[in-house]
C-alpha cells in the first residue's frame, strides 16, 4: 500500500492527484490538498483514473499487418518494419510524404522527440497535434499581440480578480477545477460575466449573462471595448508606455454602434454596457476562454486581448489572459514544437536565426519549409502527397474534428500508430506499438497555467512495454541518429537547453516543487507565477483592428433557425480513455446510449414552437442538403439555435459537405420527421 | 469501558503490541504540504509518527470498502464455469482514526452487516480490522475550519465504536478500550490504572477543545427537520444544483457513503474478473435505467436526494447513524462549495423566505 504525488493527465488544468497502489496495481486516487492548482479538487474524472491504468484489455505485444489482419509480433520484428518502410517511403517519395501527428495529451518528452525525429532525422516539417485546427488560432494571436502563447496568470489568482468574464467555454464539463475556482470567486464578491450561446452550469451562476447568437461574439467585444471608451475608463498610461497601433484600433472601434450590436446579438444593451463598465472599471479582471474547438475564430480571440490592453488588465494577480487548454498537454505539445510552422520555443521554421540555433543544438541540418497541418494530413493526404502517417497516442477516427481522417489513413502506404488500445483507429494501421499508460512512466506535462509538472512512475508497465519516448529513440538509432538518453529526465535536460522558457527546468527541481511554471529560465528560476510584472523588461504589446465581422447567419422564414456546428463539448465522450472506466463511460456515453443514432440539440422554445419531442426524430434542411436525425431537446441551447455535437458529423456532411472551419454556421429548416 | 493510563513515550509500543498480535499496523503521516495519508508503520517512518496531524483527506472507509475492489473472477473451463472469489482477510490495525470517522465505519457497519444481506467481503475486512481512535485535542493540528463533529454529535471524544482509543492528556495518555479486544491490552505493563485527576484532566480538555469547532452549523438540527419533512424549497435545491459540478468527491470523501458499482472486465480469453468500485448518487447516470428513463436526471434532485440520505430521520432509523459524521471533507472537495456546512446554511437562510409579516 503506497501513494505517490503526480499530475492528472486529462484536462489542462493539470490537478493534483495521488495514486495509491498495492502491489503493481493501482487501486486508488485521491485529490492533492495543497496542489496550488486544485487545492484539494478534482473532478469525476480525475476521481476514476485508477480503474483506466488498471483497465485489462491494454495492448500487450506489438502487432504488424500480415494477410489483412493484425498479428502479433516481437519488438524486433515490428521496428524493423517501421525503419525499412519510412526509408523506403523517404526515399522513393521524399521526406515530405511522411507526416508524424500526436494527441495533446503526449507528454514532453514524447512530442519534443517525435517532432525531432521528423525534423532532424526524416527531415520533413509536417509535424502538428490532434487539434491544430482550433487551438491554433489562439496561439498566432496571442504572440502577435502579447508576444507569448499561453495564460498569463496562474488558475488560483481568479480568487483575486474582481471581475472574470468567461467566455465560450463550458468550463463544469470541460476543466471543472477552473469552473470551481470561478463560482468560488464570485461567492467572495467577484462579478462573473459569460459570454456564451449555451447557458451551461457556471452561466448559471453569472451575474450578467450575454447569451449572444452563434457568431456575434466578436461584435459584442468590439462594442464593449467602445463603451469602455466612451466612458472614458481605458488605462492610457498602459497604452501608452506598451501598446502598438492603438491609433488605428480607436479608429476601427468607434464605427460600433450598442444599440445596433444589441439587435444582432440578441442581448440587451443595457446587459451589453454593464458588463463594459464592470470590466473598465475593475482592479483585476480575467478573461477566459478555450483553446478547444469550442474556440471562435481568431478575430474573437483578438477582440478578447484588445479589451485586455484596452484597460491595462496584465502584469499583476488576477488580471490577464487565461487562454485554456482542454487537454492535459496542448501547451506542452505547442511548447515542444509540434506544429508544422514552429520549432520546439516557437522559433519560426522559416526563419535561419531560429533554425540555425536548434541545428547547431541537434548537430544536423533542417527544413525550412512550413509542414503539413493535420487537417491537411488527414483529409486531403496533402494532396495526395502523403504516404505515410506516425500517430503517436492519437485516435483520429474516433476524436477528428476532420471526417476524413479513416479514409485518408486507409490510401496511406505505412500507418505507425503508439497507442494503448485497440482504438477504431488502429483499423488502418499497419503496425501497432502498445506503450505506457499514466502512471507507468516518469513524464512531464505542461498545463494551461504553464506549470510544467511531472507524472510519476507508480508501477511498472506491463512486460516488454516501454514509454512511447524511449521507442521513438530506438527507432531514429535504427535510422542513425546519434541519439542517446537513459531516462526521461535526460531527455528533459535536453529541451531545457534547447526552449528557452524551460531552461531552468529539471526532473529534480520539478519533483521538490508543484512543478515551475514557464518561464523558468535563470532569471526566473523558481518560475513564473504571472506574466508582465512591472518592473521586467518592458513588453510591447499589439492592439489589432478588426475589420467588421462577418455578418451573422440570415435566417428567414424558410430557414429559421441557425444550426452551430463542431463544439468540443462531446469530446471526452469518444476519448478512448474513458470507455475505460465503468463510471465514466456510463456517465459520458449516456448520451450516446440515449441518443443511439446520434442527435442534435435544440432549445425548449423551439421544441414547442415546432412541436418536437425529446428523443424524436426531425428533419434539417439547409438550402444544400438534408439530414435525419433524433433531437435531444435542453434548455442550455439558445432558442434559434440547432447545436451539432462534432463528432455527429454525418449531419454536417450531409447538409453542407466537409466542414471546413471550428464554427460552421447555417440557416437550418427543423421539421419532425413523422409529419 | 475500562480506562488506563501511559506515558506518552510509550505509545507507539502500543503500536508494537498489535504487531506482534498479527495485525499490520497503518497509521496517518505527514505528506507534502496539508496533505496526510495513512502508511503502514515502518523502522524508517516510525521517528515520523505524529499523534497530532490533519486528518487524512482520503477516508479511512476504504479499509473495509475499497475504493476499487476485486471480488471474483470467473473461468470458462471445459464447459464449466469456475467461480472463484476473492476475499481479503488481513489483519490490520488503524492507529489513530479520527472520532468523527469511527462515526463513518460504524455507519458502514450498519449498512452492510445489519440487515437482511451480509456483504461478505465487507465483513471479513471488518472482522480484521482493529480501530484505535485518536482524540482530537490539538486545535492547531487535529481541528479545521471545515470540522463540525459537534453538530453531528460524533467527536470530539468517539463514545464507542472503537477498539482503543488514545486521549492525549500532556505527558500521559489515557487509554479507553472500547471491546474486548481492546481492554485485552490492558494487560500490558506499559498501562497503568488512572487517577481521578486523569478523568478531570479529560473532561477538562474536552470541554476546552468544544470551543474551537465551527458554530454557524449549528442549524444543523433543524436542517436535519426541514430536510425530513420536505421543507426545503425547491428554489434552493437548484441554486444547490447551480454550483455543483457532477465530481462525485463528495461522495468518495464522504466517510459514510457506501455507493458502489459493479464492473465485469475480461482479463484472458475465457476469464472475466468482477471489480466493485466507488459510484457515486451525485453523477448523472447513477440512477439510469436501461431503457432510458431517469428519475433524476436533474443536477438539483440529485442534490436533493444526496442531503435527504445524509440527514432523514427515515435513514436515522434505518441505519441507527446518521449518515453525516461532521469530518467536513465535502465541504473541502467541493468545486462549488456546496458541502454539507454551505448547505445547512443556505437552508437556514431560505427559511426567511417562508416568513410572512403582516405590516397591518
Request: a neutral charge; one cysteine or more; glycine letters at 8%.
Amino acid at each position: 500500500m503506497a501513494h505517490k504525488l503526480t499530475t492528472c493527465t486529462f484536462c489542462g488544468v493539470g490537478c493534483g492527484l495521488y495514486l495509491e497502489t498495492s502491489g503493481n496495481r493501482v487501486v486508488g486516487v485521491s485529490p492533492s490538498m495543497s496542489h496550488p492548482a486544485n487545492e484539494g479538487r478534482i473532478c469525476v474524472r480525475g476521481w476514476h483514473v485508477h480503474e483506466i491504468i488498471d483497465a485489462p484489455d491494454r495492448l500487450k505485444r506489438p502487432l504488424l499487418r500480415k494477410n489483412g489482419r493484425l498479428q502479433e509480433v516481437t519488438w524486433d520484428e515490428a521496428f524493423g518494419f517501421i525503419v525499412t518502410r519510412l526509408k523506403e517511403i523517404r526515399d522513393q517519395h521524399g521526406s515530405d510524404s511522411i507526416a508524424f501527428l500526436n494527441s495533446p495529451r503526449c507528454s514532453n518528452e514524447e512530442s519534443y522527440l517525435l517532432q525531432k525525429l521528423a525534423r532532424a532525422v526524416i527531415k520533413t516539417n509536417n509535424v502538428d497535434h490532434g487539434a491544430g485546427v482550433y487551438s491554433n488560432y489562439s496561439l498566432n494571436v496571442l504572440l502577435r499581440m502579447l508576444g507569448v502563447p499561453a495564460t498569463t496568470n496562474s488558475i488560483r489568482e481568479l480568487g483575486q480578480s474582481d471581475v472574470i468574464i468567461v467566455d465560450g467555454v463550458d468550463l463544469g464539463r470541460q476543466l471543472p477545477t477552473i469552473g470551481g475556482a470561478v463560482i468560488r470567486a464570485r461567492l467572495k464578491g467577484a462579478k462573473l460575466i459569460v459570454v456564451d450561446t449555451r447557458r451551461h452550469r457556471v452561466a448559471e451562476n453569472a451575474d450578467i449573462f450575454l447569451q449572444h447568437r452563434p457568431g456575434t461574439d466578436t461584435l459584442l467585444y468590439g462594442t464593449m471595448a467602445k463603451v469602455i471608451i466612451d466612458h472614458g475608463l481605458m488605462d492610457l498610461p498602459f497604452i501608452k508606455t506598451h501598446c502598438q497601433s492603438y491609433d488605428a484600433f480607436l479608429a476601427n472601434v468607434s464605427s460600433y454602434d450598442l444599440l445596433a450590436t444589441a439587435e444582432i446579438c440578441g442581448v440587451p444593451a443595457e446587459q451589453i454596457e454593464a458588463a463594459a463598465l464592470a470590466y473598465g472599471q475593475a482592479k483585476s479582471a480575467a478573461i477566459l476562454y478555450s483553446t478547444g474547438i469550442e474556440a471562435g475564430d481568431a478575430e474573437s480571440i483578438e477582440a478578447m486581448v484588445n479589451l485586455c490592453l484596452l484597460c491595462g488588465q496584465l502584469g499583476r494577480e488576477g488580471a490577464g489572459i487565461f487562454s485554456l487548454t482542454e487537454h492535459n498537454n496542448l501547451q506542452g505539445v505547442c511548447d515542444m514544437g509540434m506544429l508544422p510552422d514552429r520549432l520546439p520555443g516557437y522559433g519560426s521554421v522559416s526563419s535561419d536565426a531560429a533554425r540555425g540555433k536548434i541545428e547547431s543544438l541537434w548537430n544536423t541540418g533542417l527544413p525550412a519549409e512550413r509542414g503539413m497541418t493535420a487537417k491537411w494530413t488527414l483529409s486531403h493526404r496533402g494532396n495526395g502527397l502523403v504516404r505515410a502517417v506516425w500517430l503517436c497516442r492519437y485516435d483520429p477516427v474516433s476524436t477528428a474534428f476532420i471526417g476524413e481522417a479513416a479514409q485518408s489513413l486507409q490510401q496511406c502506404d505505412l500507418v505507425v500508430m503508439q497507442h494503448l488500445f485497440l482504438t477504431p483507429t488502429a483499423e488502418y494501421a499497419h503496425v501497432v506499438l502498445p506503450t505506457t499508460v499514466f502512471g507507468e512512466e516518469r513524464v512531464t506535462f505542461t498545463s494551461t497555467e504553464r506549470r510544467i509538472q511531472l507524472a510519476e512512475q507508480v508501477i511498472e508497465p506491463p512486460e516488454g512495454i516501454e514509454p512511447a519516448w524511449l521507442q521513438l529513440t530506438r527507432v531514429a538509432q535504427a535510422m542513425g541518429a546519434d541519439w542517446k538518453y537513459d531516462s526521461s529526465a535526460e531527455v528533459m535536460n535536453e529541451i531545457s537547453s534547447v526552449v528557452p522558457i524551460y531552461s531552468g527546468a529539471n526532473y529534480d527541481n520539478l519533483a521538490r516543487d508543484y512543478g515551475r511554471q514557464w518561464p523558468c529560465t535563470r532569471e526566473h528560476p523558481m518560475g513564473t507565477q504571472f506574466l508582465f510584472a512591472p518592473g521586467h523588461p518592458p513588453q510591447t504589446f499589439t492592439f489589432v483592428p478588426i475589420e467588421k465581422s462577418p455578418q451573422p447567419v440570415i435566417t428567414n422564414e424558410e430557414y429559421p433557425l441557425t444550426l452551430v456546428f463542431g463544439h468540443s463539448l462531446y469530446y471526452w465522450h469518444q476519448n478512448v480513455l474513458i470507455r475505460h472506466s465503468e463510471t465514466l463511460k456510463r456517465e459520458y456515453r449516456m448520451l450516446l446510449l440515449d441518443y443511439p443514432d446520434g442527435f442534435v440539440e435544440i432549445s425548449t422554445d423551439d421544441a414547442k414552437r415546432f412541436n418536437i419531442r425529446d428523443g424524436e426524430k426531425i428533419r434539417l434542411r439547409t438550402t444544400r442538403g438534408t439530414s435525419t436525425t433524433a433531437a435531444r431537446v435542453t434548455r442550455e441551447v439558445l432558442s434559434g439555435t440547432v447545436y451539432v455535437p462534432y463528432f455527429v458529423s454525418q449531419v454536417m456532411q450531409q447538409l453542407q459537405g466537409v466542414p471546413e472551419k471550428g464554427v460552421q454556421l447555417l440557416p437550418v429548416r427543423v421539421e419532425r420527421e413523422a409529419a | 469501558m475500562k480506562a488506563r493510563i501511559l506515558d506518552r513515550a510509550d505509545v507507539l509500543k502500543v503500536a508494537d503490541l498489535l504487531r506482534e498480535q498479527g495485525y499490520e499496523v497503518i497509521a496517518p503521516f505527514r505528506g507534502r504540504g496539508r496533505d496526510t495519508f495513512f502508511e503502514t508503520i515502518t523502522e524508517e517512518n516510525r521517528k515520523r509518527f505524529d499523534l497530532h496531524l490533519p486528518n487524512p483527506y482520503y477516508p479511512p472507509k476504504r479499509f473495509v470498502f475499497p475504493h476499487m475492489e476485486r471480488l471474483l473472477t470467473v473461468q470458462k473451463k471445459n464447459g464449466d464455469l469456475l467461480i472463484e472469489p476473492i476475499y481479503k482477510e488481513t489483519k490490520r490495525a488503524l492507529f489513530g482514526v479520527r472520532s468523527c470517522d469511527v462515526a463513518g465505519i460504524y455507519h458502514l457497519d450498519r449498512f452492510y452487516l445489519g440487515r437482511d444481506f451480509r456483504d461478505i467481503y465487507y465483513e471479513k475486512r471488518r472482522r480484521n480490522l482493529f480501530i484505535v481512535n485518536v482524540v482530537c485535542t490539538d486545535p492547531g493540528e487535529d481541528i479545521n475550519n471545515e470540522c463540525f463533529c459537534m453538530c453531528a454529535d460524533t467527536g470530539p471524544a468517539a463514545r464507542d465504536h472503537f477498539d482503543l482509543q488514545l486521549m492525549d492528556l500532556g505527558d500521559e495518555i489515557m487509554a479507553v478500550a472500547g471491546t474486548a479486544a481492546g481492554e485485552a491490552l490492558f494487560d500490558h505493563a506499559m498501562f497503568k490504572k488512572g487517577t481521578h485527576a486523569h478523568q478531570e484532566k479529560r473532561a477538562a480538555i474536552l470541554n476546552d477543545v468544544r470551543r474551537h469547532f465551527k458554530t454557524t452549523t449549528s442549524w444543523f438540527s433543524a436542517t436535519v427537520r426541514y430536510v425530513s419533512q420536505g421543507g426545503v424549497l425547491e428554489k434552493t435545491w437548484e441554486e444547490i444544483g447551480n454550483r455543483c459540478l457532477e465530481c462525485g468527491g463528495c461522495t468518495y470523501v464522504c466517510p459514510a457513503c457506501t455507493c458502489f458499482t459493479v464492473s465485469d472486465r475480461q482479463t484472458g480469453p475465457d476469464e472475466i474478473e468482477r471489480v466493485r468500485i466507488w459510484d457515486a448518487c451525485a453523477l448523472a447516470g447513477f440512477t439510469r435505467m436501461a431503457g432510458g428513463h431517469n428519475p433524476r436526471r436533474a443536477v438539483h434532485d440529485r442534490r436533493n436526494r444526496r442531503f435527504f440520505r445524509k440527514l432523514a430521520h427515515y435513514f436515522i432509523q434505518r441505519e441507527l447513524s446518521m449518515a453525516c459524521v461532521g469530518c467536513g471533507r465535502c465541504a473541502a472537495v467541493c468545486h462549488g462549495d456546496v458541502g454539507m456546512p454551505s448547505v445547512v446554511e443556505m437552508v437556514r437562510r431560505a427559511t426567511t423566505e417562508s416568513d410572512t409579516h403582516e405590516a397591518n
